[in-house]
């Protein structure tokens, strides 16, 4: 068997400061993504040290270790201890404007989608949340949390809220492997067509940072949503988490209002 290939270092780093009031590592930063996106530095690219490339930009290296952390904090580089800064993996891309399963959306990108079960209760809906899936204040719902894993990473945590009354046994089947929409659709006969939701970006608390293995404060990217069936009747209140630094969320845009 070959050794696999060691990853290429950048030998070059062109650099040309800009007149202006933007800070210098903001800059350094700036011209670091344009050769990412460019593909001019590809998955796996090993940067020089720190020291190296302030001395071949001529700065110092707070400013370069500020410059880093920022494309690390997207997402974009990676840090290994004792081993240097690499360029990350590309981001995978979320439709914001489709309703997708995400375990289907995995797949179809040749990824390998997990779940582990962190909580599965039964309990009442706060008065906020009941007028959104038209129950009463009190109601008992199925609250789940789950880890997403891809390729054996997690990379998300999904909640949902479930009317318990309307889909009973909902928590007797096995949703480590089974698609909670799928179970839907299969046991229960409801298909969802359609979404409300939401995007904002927030940060990672002790807890949900230590489930998804990233740092406190790391990005993450909420999404809300409230899923209807085909009699437009909501089905699911959902509260995601993704991972900032392996996703990114993209729609299709309509024409400039006039």
Same mark, same amino acid.
């Given at each position: 068997?070959?050794?696999?290939?060691?990853?290429?270092?950048?030998?070059? &780093?062109?650099?040309?400061?800009?007149?202006?009031?933007?800070?210098? &590592?903001?800059?350094?930063?700036?011209?670091?993504?344009?050769?990412?996106?460019?593909?001019?530095?590809?998955?796996?690219?090993?940067?020089?040290?720190?020291?190296?490339?302030?001395?071949?930009?001529?700065?110092?290296?707070?400013?370069?270790?500020?410059?880093?952390?920022?494309?690390?904090?997207?997402?974009?580089?990676?840090?290994?201890?004792?081993?240097?800064?690499?360029?990350?993996?590309?981001?995978?891309?979320?439709?914001?404007?489709?309703?997708?399963?995400?375990?289907?959306?995995?797949?179809?990108?040749?990824?390998?989608?997990?779940?582990?079960?962190?909580?599965?209760?039964?309990?009442?809906?706060?008065?906020?949340?009941?007028?959104?899936?038209?129950?009463?204040?009190?109601?008992?719902?199925?609250?789940?949390?789950?880890?997403?894993?891809?390729?054996?990473?997690?990379?998300?945590?999904?909640?949902?809220?479930?009317?318990?009354?309307?889909?009973?046994?909902?928590?007797?089947?096995?949703?480590?492997?089974?698609?909670?929409?799928?179970?839907?659709?299969?046991? &229960?006969?409801?298909?969802?067509?359609?979404?409300?939701?939401?995007?904002?970006?927030?940060?990672?608390?002790?807890?949900?940072?230590?489930?998804?293995?990233?740092?406190?404060?790391?990005?993450?990217?909420?999404?809300?949503?409230?899923?209807?069936?085909?009699?437009?009747?909501?089905?699911?209140?959902?509260?995601?988490? &993704?991972?900032?630094?392996?996703?990114?969320?993209?729609?299709?845009?309509?024409?400039?209002?006039?």
């Amino acid at each position: 068997m070959r050794p696999a290939p060691a990853p290429a270092e950048i030998t070059e &780093y062109p650099f040309q400061r800009m007149e202006g009031s933007l800070p210098l &590592y903001v800059q350094i930063a700036d011209s670091l993504l344009d050769r990412i996106e460019s593909g001019d530095l590809g998955p796996g690219d090993r940067l020089p040290p720190e020291r190296e490339l302030s001395d071949r930009l001529g700065v110092n290296r707070m400013t370069v270790r500020r410059a880093l952390r920022t494309l690390e904090d997207q997402g974009l580089l990676l840090r290994r201890q004792g081993d240097g800064t690499y360029v990350a993996e590309p981001k995978i891309e979320r439709q914001a404007g489709r309703l997708v399963s995400f375990t289907r959306g995995m797949q179809r990108r040749g990824l390998q989608p997990g779940a582990r079960l962190v909580s599965l209760e039964e309990r009442p809906i706060e008065a906020s949340l009941a007028r959104g899936l038209r129950l009463a204040v009190a109601a008992p719902v199925f609250d789940i949390l789950r880890l997403r894993l891809l390729n054996h990473e997690p990379v998300m945590l999904e909640r949902y809220l479930i009317s318990s009354a309307r889909y009973p046994g909902l928590d007797h089947f096995d949703l480590e492997a089974r698609s909670v929409y799928e179970v839907l659709e299969t046991e &229960y006969g409801v298909s969802l067509r359609r979404a409300r939701q939401s995007l904002e970006p927030v940060v990672a608390g002790e807890f949900e940072a230590a489930l998804l293995g990233i740092r406190p404060g790391a990005p993450l990217m909420l999404e809300r949503r409230t899923a209807f069936d085909s009699h437009d009747e909501p089905v699911e209140h959902g509260r995601d988490l &993704y991972r900032g630094d392996r996703f990114r969320f993209v729609t299709e845009i309509a024409p400039l209002e006039r």
